[in-house]
């Protein structure tokens, strides 16, 4: 089992940047992929970004590639999402999660861990 803390939300201007982090308790954060999901007011959370075990595989949905950036750093069982040209439609709660499968899913359903959420406010 793993617990999972985000920190680094906020409110920013359209076009600013925000480093989002996410705190893994435990032994096993190796044993993971781990993503980021995003929920904003009124529609289902979607899939924002996934990386793979080791790091070396990421995955993005298209709204945020180019853009964002998922790492891991397993050393300090932490994974992070940088946030670069921040547009208003970023605005919403960012979820971090963690899947015991082999593989970097992008439905909520491939997930078994949730952190508690980091709300991300951009202004325009």
């Known amino acids: 089992q793993v617990q999972l803390v985000e920190s680094g939300g906020g409110l920013v201007q359209a076009g600013g940047s925000l480093r989002l982090s996410c705190a893994a308790s435990g032994r096993t954060f190796t044993s993971y992929t781990m993503g980021w999901f995003r929920q904003a007011p009124g529609k289902e959370r979607e899939f924002v970004a996934g990386?793979?075990?080791?790091?070396?595989?990421?995955y993005y949905a298209d709204s945020v590639k180019g853009r964002f950036t998922i790492s891991r750093d397993n050393a300090k069982n932490t994974v992070y999402l940088q946030m670069n040209s921040l547009k208003p439609e970023d605005t919403a709660v960012y979820y971090c999660?963690?899947?015991?499968?082999?593989?970097?899913?992008?439905?909520?359903?491939?997930?078994?861990?949730w952190g508690q959420g980091t709300r991300v406010a951009v202004s325009s």
């Open positions: 990386i793979s075990r080791s790091g070396s595989s990421t």
């Open positions: 999660a963690a899947g015991r499968g082999p593989f970097v899913g992008v439905l909520q359903s491939e997930y078994d861990y």
